[in-house]
């Protein structure tokens, strides 16, 4: 029987499992470098940290949630439902916690990946997978002192939940998509709130509230539209379409009722398409910001000192608390692991000038490597949940193929790569994304992130599994 190891054991691992366990595929493992399963989920634990793909789409297609309390489901029910469904489907049992695998290697000889942990220790599998997501490692911005800060500091995806910000000042810099989310609870302890604005957001309206216990059952119900919506959503990445403008329209128009000073809005208006940067969505940023005790900077930090931070202006702003809403190490893509194929190619060398992978799965010259949630696999609309589902079930064709033909290893073609990136890097020519500079964007210039549409072509594409793309040894 295949041996499988997966790293991670987010949504991505989960949908992997299940897939696979489904075609009796039975001798997986998975590796987690945390104390508890989870992902994101687990790791985000920010005051207000949330989702902002409705909760009927944000679950597993073969594992609605009922339990749901409101139509966008907040960080403690994401993952108590991660934690339910990793349990039915044998996630828990299988998992190997505190195991932070550093590198992997393929060899030849017995076709098999060892994999090598932090504690230098090894296990070898027939097939790896990897589930580590795109958004996994957080980033902290390059400006110099951070460590001098004399204060309280912290990354808010390493939320330090000991830290008391009630009467104290509080600066956060970066007000992106986790910012919109923890910043209104920020503002409601702090005594004063600095924000340091790169760039500036659209911000669409949400429409949340809680449902009706009565309704939680049937919230199911609601999954083919918001899923209709979210394809319909994502024709507004799309430069120049009359969706675009229409949405476009909607976030200045969302910006104006909410916020009343007018060189305030300006500030926060976008100087870019929209869909060029991530579409943000929330009803309480805009009237938080808003707020005497609140104020929003512009200016660059050029440097933190031990009792605040200084812009390139040369404006001391004083702070006794720094939050980091700065993102993830977005181009990492498993940079952090150092994988090594066939003839003793480095992955990292391979994706030097950017990552890129067949179908977002498969990397040429790493035989029996599966990559989920790769490159150009990341959405601008829609639930990512969608997305991993298809990834898994052509993994689990491509081990089906494997097991029936007898063969000991497959790996795609660099032709059917390359033909691959063509395709997908012409679409995203037209995209929104091709107009600015964004987290989706390699310093080369490549979109590696993003997946040019809607989630169904890309479902469709890969149902289909394509013998002819691959080498079967």
């Known amino acids: 029987m295949t041996s499988i190891g997966i790293i991670g054991s987010g949504f991505g691992a989960i949908a992997v499992v299940h897939e696979l366990r489904e075609a009796g595929h039975d001798d997986i493992r998975l590796w ?25 789409l944000y679950c597993f297609s073969w594992a609605p949630n009922t ?60 097939v790896l997978v990897t589930a580590v997501g795109q958004l996994s490692r957080p ?29 104290r000042r509080v600066a956060c810099v970066g007000v992106g998509a986790s910012a919109v989310q923890y910043v209104p609870h920020v503002t409601e302890q702090a005594s004063q709130v600095t924000l340091f604005q790169r760039s500036a957001n659209y911000l669409l309206p949400k429409p949340d509230g809680p449902f009706a216990r009565w309704y939680r059952p049937l919230v199911t119900a609601e999954r083919p539209l918001w899923w209709s919506l979210g394809e319909r959503f994502s024709l507004g990445l799309e430069s120049g379409t ?67 931070l200084v812009t390139q202006d040369g404006t001391h702003h004083p702070a006794d608390v720094v939050v980091y809403g700065t993102g993830f190490e977005t181009q990492d893509f498993l940079a952090s692991i150092e994988i090594t194929g066939r003839g003793g190619r480095k992955l990292a060398t391979q994706w030097s000038d950017g990552a890129h992978a ?47 033909g007898g063969y000991d290893a497959v790996e795609v073609t660099p032709e059917a790569e390359a033909q691959w990136d063509r395709e997908v890097q012409h679409e995203l020519e037209s995209s929104a994304w091709a107009h600015c500079d964004s987290w989706y964007r390699h310093p080369s210039g490549r979109i590696t992130s993003n997946w040019p549409g809607a989630t169904h072509p890309y479902a469709k594409r890969v149902r289909d599994l394509e013998p002819a793309d691959f080498a079967w040894t």
């Not at 004399?150 to 990354?155: E, I, K, L, R, T």
């Not at 060189?263 to 910001?289: E, H, M």
């Open 32 to 56: 987690e470098r945390a104390d508890d399963i989870g992902g994101v989920w687990r790791d985000n634990s920010y005051p207000g940290a949330g989702c902002d793909v409705p909760s009927p």
């Open 67 to 126: 339990h749901w309390s409101r139509r966008y489901a907040l960080r403690d029910e994401i993952l108590t439902y991660l934690h339910r469904v990793a349990a039915a489907e044998g996630v828990t049992d299988r998992v190997q916690l505190g195991r932070e695998v550093v590198a992997a290697a393929w060899d030849d000889d017995t076709s098999s990946w060892t994999v090598t942990f932090a504690d230098d220790s090894t296990q070898t599998v027939d």
């Open 139 to 167: 980033q902290l911005p390059p400006v110099p002192g951070i460590e001098d800060f004399g204060g309280d500091w912290f990354h808010s995806a390493e939320w330090d939940h000991d830290v008391d910000l009630h009467g």
């Open 242 to 308: 009359r969706t675009a403008r229409v949405e476009q329209a909607v976030a200045l128009r969302h910006l104006e009722r909410q916020v009343s000073d007018p060189a305030l809005r300006q500030a926060l208006t976008p100087d870019y398409p929209i869909g060029c940067k991530r579409i943000l969505f929330s009803n309480d940023f805009y009237p938080a910001v808003d707020q005497p005790h609140v104020s929003l900077v512009t200016d660059r930090v050029a440097r933190v000192v031990e009792d605040g």
């Open 358 to 404: 067949h179908l977002g799965v498969h990397a040429p010259g790493f035989p029996n490597l599966l990559i989920s949630y790769g490159p150009n696999t990341n959405l601008g609309g829609g639930s990512i949940i969608y997305m991993l589902e298809a990834q898994a079930r052509h993994m689990r064709d491509v081990l089906d193929r494997m097991r029936t």
